[in-house]
């Protein structure tokens, strides 16, 4: 049975399970303490820093353990941001990091501090010219993570730790998602991951506070982890994560090189979905990028639907449509990168996934939207369009989102009331019908429409006029161009 | 090897083990995704979840995983004060409370808010009268363990949480020591447990608010565990931990009583150690204790070369003494209670603990203190005198520190720069040579001397004149009684 969702949690390594059984027998113990089970705890607990430390690329000194990657990522921040709160109280980051840095930072507005989001292309890519601009004299810490967790692009966290560092201002990288394939680059303050992500069992994230980096942890003081995070430590978990890194690093120093193989199997999806299936857009970067993820969107598909047809084949993926989230609105990372989020489907295949697995993935997913849209009353889709489907590497087309000062006439479409992706369906149905050169306005409050209806336009080369409020929502106007 | 020191961390319990390794092959997947693998994770989840809430006393939704107990009671401590903040901002807490209720309070006192500690009688209880007397209208929170982590004596949980609900109170209960014996008795508010002390895994704590108290978490918003603990849940831990608490709960309903068999071990250790060794303090309450934990401290003995000792003959335990901390201050429970701290010792024994250990115990521990005693140069010992070693449930003798107007004469003894036991050790050295009646002054630095003088004068029926500051130190007045 296919599992396709590495970037949630990877399936446990085998050297992780071996070295959790192992140490469960002899790291139960408090390290802290100084009889013979205390020292055997903290000599495993002081070999798993010194693997970690080595993977990461950073002193043993420098990197503790926390219960979790989120909580790496609220320590790092709070404790960076207090250490620099003379300086200032500006945090930035960019548009589409994790949701662990994005209520961190909600936290510390709450607070009184202030918070700049750096947007991104269309490929989910900051450039280090906007992180340049936005920089302050009160600018406290920038957070970048090393590459997305929904669309696998990689950021340019060297370039960015270069400014930083001549700027004075420390970069906080969330490697959460890289790090099973190679240490962040570049010469970062602080670095986060987490231990799931990358086949070490749940339980374990890392932090990681380079030397002449000023920080203070917050919240109460334990004499624990160098006091960077409070409570007993799970030393089997500890000592599981860091054999498991370890076990990565020499694989991909000495094996076959399973990060080229998989971006092989990746590349192939990449290619063969937006031949076999109409109406796809691949998103992400498709160079910069995750080896072993890949995400795309299928016009006119219920996400939710859509993942439960493929969990009925075998096949466990993730989406970040609105129908899937307890929100629902669609993923911020989409939303961010001004791509279609209806029918959107993040494949992150884990070390060691057979070729065959992908094969019959594409061989299942065609039939697979085609009966959600049937379901849906979909119009005939158009042909397959791969050259239209893919997304450039730079550029990052704007989204024709201005507001136009125009009146439109024409056709009115009433969707309120209805969900994803049935206002984009009501829209293609009756584009036919729309004069040339005329206007069609679609009201609606879903919250997925107002980047699903401009997302439609780009792909159907249709033009989007603007939204405006109107009575139960929001009037969102298209005008056909041909 | 005998290991006596459950109370740091209980070593890892058949089933523990047993559902762990059950659920690595289960539980990896995150179990808020829909897919298969999410949905397995899911029920695991939220069976552990029904099998924790059963053995704790509280309904399955009252009940969060946290990383550790520490965690949890940082939590529980915060989410109530904030949810509160309008009554009011006064903590109260017993002074002998576990470090991270101690450190939280700190950091609630660094924010502004109000702290008050309730003092414990000489066997570390508090009475439900301070309590009720501490009371004020701006009382957010009162924070009671259900039983002492150092010295066993179990706290008027019951009788505080009755007056705290007609005060309208919240009462958080640490029961990390209690839960593997039993439920916390009495209607607690939260109540906040560790897995590792019952001989679960680490990495797993519980946290429990009861429906109807205020409740508002702290820190960075997150989906899991109902907002209450951010973080992908540690799932095998998770499983393990509440397997192995729900497999305690049926051998105590079942099997032969272990509590039972290890009270009456911990008893022939209250009643032989002071029998074997002279100059013995058993400390905390005789009765109501928790009963796998019983602590003594010996006179004219450096805990640590004690540790050592008892430790190159097989045996793990665990000590209060100061120079076994990294602060070299005595534990803050030993000098709440007004108690001797030197040559301190902790003995919590596991589940399943043999006789013949403790049997062994008993055996090796005279010859252990003599010879760290004879490294010391210590006075020949008095003969054993177990009367005078126990101490009383009730009562609470004051200790004599009530400062002196009269002037002392009479020998000074310059223990400056010494280290306990050495300040006792001099005491008692000359105290034969002061006349009846006339005063001896000890001037010394060190922490452990303002506890240990005044105790070593209770134990020997010397009158403890008083302290005051001294250049370079403190003087200790002893006047000689016989």
Redesign the interface.
Same mark, same amino acid.
């Given at each position: 049975?296919p599992?396709f =969702?590495a970037a949630?949690?990877? @399936? $446990?390594h085998p050297v992780a399970?071996e070295a $959790? $059984?192992a140490s469960?027998?002899e790291g139960?113990? =408090?390290p802290a303490?100084?009889?013979? !089970?205390?020292r055997r705890a903290r000599l495993l607990l002081d070999a798993a820093r010194e693997a970690a430390a080595e993977a990461v690329g950073c002193r043993p000194d420098e990197l503790v353990f926390t @219960? %979790?990657?989120?909580?790496a990522v +609220?320590s790092g921040i709070f404790g960076t941001l207090a250490a620099r709160r003379r300086v200032g109280r500006q945090l930035l980051h960019s548009a589409v990091e994790h &949701? &662990?840095v994005l +209520?961190?930072a !909600?936290?510390h507005e709450a607070a009184g501090g202030t918070v700049t989001e750096i947007a991104v292309d269309r490929t989910g890519r900051v450039t280090a010219g906007d992180v340049a601009a936005a920089l302050r004299p009160d600018t406290a810490l920038v957070c970048l993570q090393s590459a997305n967790h929904e669309v696998g692009t990689e950021q340019p966290v060297e370039e960015v730790a270069e400014l930083c560092q001549e700027a004075g201002v420390p970069l906080l990288v969330d490697a959460a998602q890289s790090l099973p394939w190679g240490p962040a680059p570049g010469a970062w303050s602080v670095m986060t991951a %987490?231990s +799931?992500k990358w086949g070490g /069992?749940?339980?374990v994230?890392l932090l990681a506070v380079r030397k002449g980096t000023r920080f203070s942890p917050q919240? /109460?003081?334990? !004499?624990r982890e160098s006091g960077r995070s /409070?409570?007993?430590? =799970?030393? /089997?978990?500890i000592v599981a994560a860091a054999a498991s890194l370890r076990a990565l690093r020499a694989a991909a120093g000495t094996g076959p090189d399973e990060a080229a193989r998989l971006r092989r199997l990746v590349d192939l999806i990449r290619i063969r979905v937006p031949e076999l299936v109409p109406d796809v857009e691949v998103v992400g970067a498709p160079v910069h990028r995750l080896p072993h993820l890949v995400t795309f969107s299928c016009l006119y598909v219920d996400g939710?639907a859509l993942? +439960?047809e $493929?969990?009925r084949l075998g096949? %466990?993926? &993730?989406s970040g449509s609105s129908c899937?989230s %307890?929100t629902l609105t669609p993923s911020h990372v989409l939303r961010a990168m001004g791509v279609l989020s209806e029918g959107n489907v993040r494949i992150s295949l884990p070390y060691g996934t057979p070729e065959t697995d992908v094969d019959r993935f594409l061989e299942v997913l065609p039939e697979a939207v085609r009966s959600v849209r049937d379901r849906l009353g979909v119009p005939t889709a158009a042909a397959p369009d791969p050259a239209g489907a893919g997304v450039e590497e730079t550029g990052g087309d704007e989204t024709g989102a201005e507001e136009s000062g125009a009146e439109e006439s024409g056709l009115v479409l009433d969707t309120l009331g209805k969900r994803c992706p049935i206002p984009v369906i009501e829209l293609a149905k009756v584009i036919d019908e729309v004069p040339v050169g005329d206007t069609v306005t679609v009201l609606s409050d879903d919250e997925a429409a107002r980047q699903d209806i401009p997302a439609w336009c780009t792909m159907r080369d249709q033009e989007f006029v603007g939204e405006r409020s109107a009575p139960g929502g929001t009037a969102y106007v298209v005008r056909r161009r041909a």
């Open positions: 049975m599992y =969702d949630s949690s990877a @399936p $446990l399970r $959790l $059984l469960l027998d139960w113990a =408090d303490r100084l009889y013979r !089970e205390g @219960p %979790s990657g989120t909580q +609220h &949701s &662990s +209520h961190a !909600e936290a %987490s +799931h /069992p749940p339980g994230g919240g /109460p003081r334990d !004499e /409070p409570g007993f430590q =799970d030393l /089997p978990a939710e993942l +439960h $493929l969990d096949f %466990s993926v &993730s899937t %307890s």
